[in-house]
């Protein structure tokens, strides 16, 4: 029997160490058409003219005009610019264009939230890298696809992507929620914790994060802490089962041992699938009855 916290309710009886909030967000929309250089279009650009040439807003020739117009400027003013300053492109088709990409967007990152709900990792870190091409500032596509990578043990570059994901948005809470976890897993718990107390600040309803700084607490044998952090997420989500899994295991070391075989009780009508926890609750059961 074990008393170790969990962040999440493992899959199968195995216990995952990287333990991301799956829970998609609505996708923050960047900038269409900045480029990096005046003479060729970047990807963002490249996107832009896709879209505009299928739904037959521009032509190749209009777009090969607006090019060496910025080519012969030297500029590096968004090539969209030029398609508007020559006349090809109306501020309507450009708004045309903007909703089609954000669309498109959102629909990459449902599509990698339904692989990864699959754990078809592979897939979900593919549709999640097309919505980065699509929108390469969009700090949640890159969060998407950290949550995808930690769970196809890729911690460094799933920590890669959070890392970008909060230079774009420092005040992404799931991001620093999620890097947290990362930054636990590899041992470090003193910039794990200064992440979740990051998330708690920028976001106080955001359960998980009570939870994984609960399991910190409880990691350095601060169950008191670790309690009041267990409470809180409890509070904010009754549906996390992780949540009474890991009270229970506190309460136990604290000699609570009913409390504890209540959680745990809870924890397994939310995820009959926590088999560890089944396991520590019958050894526990039967302690009782010797006793």
């Known amino acids: 029997m074990t008393d170790r916290p969990?962040?999440?309710a493992p899959a199968g009886g195995r216990?995952?160490?990287?333990?991301?909030?799956?829970?998609?967000?609505?996708?923050?929309?960047g900038a269409v058409g900045a480029t990096a250089t005046s003479e060729r279009p970047g990807d963002e650009e490249r996107l832009f003219c896709r879209i505009a040439l299928k739904y037959e807003l521009l032509t190749q020739a209009q777009i090969k005009s607006a090019m060496r117009l910025r080519?012969?400027?030297g500029s590096r003013r968004p090539l969209f610019a030029y398609l508007q300053q020559a006349g090809y492109?109306?501020?309507?088709?450009v708004d045309r264009i903007l909703r089609i990409q954000e669309k498109n967007l959102k629909a990459f990152l449902e599509k990698g939230s339904r692989y990864r709900s699959?754990?078809?990792y592979a897939k979900a870190i593919a549709a999640y890298t097309h919505a980065?091409?699509?929108?390469?500032?969009?700090?949640?596509?890159?969060?998407?696809r950290a949550l995808a990578l930690g769970l196809a043990k890729r911690p460094e570059d799933a920590l890669a992507d959070l890392e970008r994901?909060?230079?774009?948005?420092?005040?992404?809470?799931?991001?620093?929620?999620?890097?947290?976890?990362?930054?636990?897993?590899?041992?470090?718990?003193?910039?794990a914790l200064a992440d979740f107390d990051r998330?708690?600040?920028?976001?106080p309803s955001l359960a998980k994060a009570y939870l994984d700084r609960g399991a910190v607490h409880h990691a350095r044998r601060r169950l008191d802490d670790a309690l009041v952090d267990y409470d809180r997420a409890i509070a904010l989500d009754p549906t996390l089962a992780s949540a009474f899994n890991n009270r229970g295991a506190a309460r136990l070391v604290l000699g609570r041992t009913r409390e504890a075989i209540a959680d745990w009780e809870r924890a397994l009508a939310l995820d009959p699938g926590l088999t560890s926890v089944r396991m520590n609750l019958a050894l526990v059961r039967r302690k009782l009855v010797v006793r």
Do not use: C, F, M
């Open 6 to 8: 969990t962040r999440r």
């Open 89 to 93: 492109l109306t501020d309507e088709a």
């Open 118 to 120: 699959r754990r078809d």
């Open 199 to 203: 998330a708690i600040a920028l976001d």
């Open 15 to 29: 216990s995952a160490r990287v333990a991301p909030d799956v829970r998609a967000v609505a996708p923050v929309s």
């Open 165 to 191: 994901a909060l230079t774009l948005d420092p005040r992404h809470a799931r991001a620093h929620d999620a890097r947290g976890v990362l930054r636990h897993d590899q041992g470090d718990l003193d910039l």
């Open 132 to 144: 980065i091409r699509l929108d390469p500032g969009n700090a949640e596509a890159y969060h998407q």
């Open 71 to 73: 080519r012969r400027d």
